[in-house]
């Protein structure tokens, strides 16, 4: 997958906005307001940083060199996943699915009840 087609899966999904509140070079991707993904502009390499339960992100991390802590979260709970050979578009679309829910979970009863 390249940026565009990580910003078109993260935009299919319902509620979902974008800005670039950071600076001009960092996508960020939210539902609701809040955030679930972060697509970089101005790197060489195509990635992506998601949101994970810790469990699942150290499990991630063990299993795949392309998956590793994200810098700018609380490293228990972001993923940084750099597009590999090894990483395939259904995985990638899972995690993407996977950090989405677990932001819709956190929101407001009303909140969620919007996106159904």
Known sequence: MNIEELREQCLSMKGTTECFPFDEVTLVLKVQGKMFALIPLDTTET?????????????????????????????????????????????????IQHSYDLVVAGLPKKMREELK
């Open 47 to 95: 990635q992506i940083s998601l949101k994970c339960d810790p469990e699942r992100a150290i499990a991630l991390r063990e299993e795949y060199s392309a998956i590793v802590p994200a810098w700018h979260f609380n490293k228990k709970h972001w993923n940084t996943v750099y597009i590999q050979p090894m990483i395939s578009r259904n995985f990638l679309c899972e995690l």
